[in-house]
């Protein structure tokens, strides 16, 4: 169909400021928080059809993205407040360690898949998820804890084995322990890729995806803004000219989707699949947004379906043979082509497929959170696609819906810098309200941020806000929707009735009444 995307955003850009979060922007959020918060071992709304975290809705890849959306989000709607997110952080770290999101590696290590399947009985088991390629887990375990370093100016995943993966089985084997920290597996994936060519490495023994290798980019870009180095554009520039000889489009015009590096075979997205290119131009646009450009929207154009009032949903692929057995998986095709058409800035497109999310997906609120319940079925009987997998309601909406045009590419081409961290954060947020604007203005010297009561949470608000008493800034007052409610420097503090005022060395502590949730304005003289 014709449905052209709106014209692409070239290189590195300033977007507009965002407004505030919307209703289900806020409920995005928390349904990243829900699934992050659970037990350890708990995966409630997180099972998809493949229960052996073989696919591509397997928790590890919900938790990743879950964590790059929270990032796009902090640093493009909420970025002075820290607060919000740094919690949710370290829960979505916590449980990308537990062994149920990682052993699958025992078994996928050695070979027998369908494009691998030479390998299997002549490779040996290994149980370190992160040593020996599996790049499918480790560039993400990698990718978070950097991110959280990144965003919160807080190295706790750079001590040594603070990435420590354990398991001590009941029934069989004996305890195994596995202790990295940020760095030290940064530097396990960057030897792995110099040692394969830059090509990147392996998923599966010996399957080079381009698509995994993408979040190992991102990572040793944000490695270099906390270390100073280069070497994203060292393994850019490798990788770009290692898939020369295989050529990073296949035949059909679509992105190679890997190379079986023992047998030097490229793999093509011979069905094809869309959440192989849209995937994979979400990624890739973080660092090479020409080429994604010139591509993708043909992409696209082949799989998208127009609905009714502007809706918009895509063509699914169909279940392939695997060994005799019609077999699907948890690709999620929907989702990421609303990730890709967010980070695109295809605007038409985003609001076609958000759209028929709200109107044949079933959109459910829970504990604040927006999410969309698992559907099995793939279209009903008047052609409609129902399909929904817990990696698109959890993660690849919130993610379309948190991001901005070209959020990737300018997150990855406009680092903050260290005056950022200096200036006034909301660093500590209770439970029981929403923040849905926080931005610090140097040029007026003021902090914007409204507050808002969760309608399921009750009590007063408590809010600490850092860098406020710092040396030099000097008087101020807190303004409540236009109207003074406090003010005071180094010395005094003075607040209203229902908005008590403290001060804990450079920290301010606010605490609101639901009735005083709402637009504040703190501005220095």
């Known amino acids: 169909m014709n449905h052209p995307m709106n014209p692409p955003v070239r290189g590195p850009r300033v977007p507009q400021v965002p407004p505030r979060l919307d209703a289900k922007q806020v409920g995005s959020l928390r349904q990243i928080e829900n699934i992050a918060g659970q037990l350890d071992g708990e995966w409630t709304m997180m099972g998809g059809r493949c229960g052996l975290q073989e ?192 050529g990073m489009l296949d035949a059909g015009a679509h992105f190679m989707v890997h190379v079986v590096t023992d047998l030097k075979v490229p793999i093509p997205n011979a069905l094809p699949w869309l959440w192989s290119d849209a995937w994979l131009a979400t990624m890739m646009h973080s660092w090479n947004p020409d080429f994604v450009h010139e591509h993708y929207p043909r992409m696209l154009e082949e799989f998208l379906i127009p609905g009714p009032e502007d809706t918009c949903a895509i063509r699914l692929w169909e279940p392939v043979d695997v060994r005799g057995v019609k077999t699907t998986a948890d690709t999620a095709d929907f989702g990421w082509a609303a990730v890709a058409a967010a980070e695109l800035g295809d605007e038409k497109t985003l609001r076609g497929l958000l759209g028929h999310a709200d109107r044949f997906m079933n959109p459910t609120w829970r504990d604040g959170g927006l999410y969309y319940p698992r559907n099995d079925t793939r279209y009903d009987e008047q052609g409609i ?27 990855y081409n406009r680092p903050w810098t260290r005056t950022h961290f200096a200036e006034p954060m909301l660093t500590e947020i209770s439970n029981n309200v929403d923040v849905v604007e926080a931005r610090f203005q140097p040029a007026g010297s003021e902090l914007r941020f409204t507050l808002k009561a969760r309608q399921d949470r009750s009590g007063d608000a408590e809010i600490s806000i850092s860098n406020v008493f710092e040396k030099g800034r000097g008087a101020w007052k807190l303004y409540r929707d236009g109207v003074e409610s406090a003010s005071g420097d180094d010395e005094r503090v003075a607040g209203t009735a229902d908005l008590r005022i403290e001060r804990h060395a450079d920290v301010m502590k606010l605490v609101a009444s639901r009735e005083a949730m709402s637009a504040y304005t703190l501005v220095w003289a």
């Open 55 to 246: 696919d591509f809705g397997a928790f590890r890849y919900q938790l990743a993205y879950a964590g790059l959306a929270l990032a796009l989000a902090h640093y493009h709607r909420l970025p002075n407040a820290p607060g919000v997110f740094k919690p949710i952080f370290q829960n979505l770290i916590r449980k990308m360690m537990h062994p149920g999101v990682w052993m699958y590696w025992h078994y996928v290590s050695q070979g027998g898949a369908l494009t691998n399947g030479h390998l299997w009985g002549k490779v040996p088991a290994l149980w370190d998820p992160v040593k020996k390629d599996n790049i499918m887990f480790s560039a993400y375990l990698t990718l978070l804890p950097l991110l959280y370093n990144y965003l919160f100016d807080d190295d706790r995943y750079a001590k040594p084995g603070a990435l420590t993966m354990a398991i001590n089985p009941l029934t069989f084997g004996d305890r195994m322990v596995f202790e990295y920290d940020q760095h030290s597996l940064s530097d396990t994936i960057y030897w792995q890729m110099v040692q394969n060519g830059y090509l990147g490495v392996a998923c599966e023994p010996s399957c080079v995806f381009q698509i995994c290798n993408q979040p190992s980019i991102l990572a040793f870009r944000v490695e270099d803004f906390l270390k100073g180095t280069t070497r994203a554009q060292e393994v850019t520039e490798g990788y770009l000219k290692a898939w020369e000889e295989f």
């Open 385 to 411: 696609l129902r399909l929904v997998e817990p990696i698109t309601s959890n993660t690849l909406l919130p993610f379309a819906r948190l991001n901005v045009p070209s959020g990737l590419n300018t997150f």
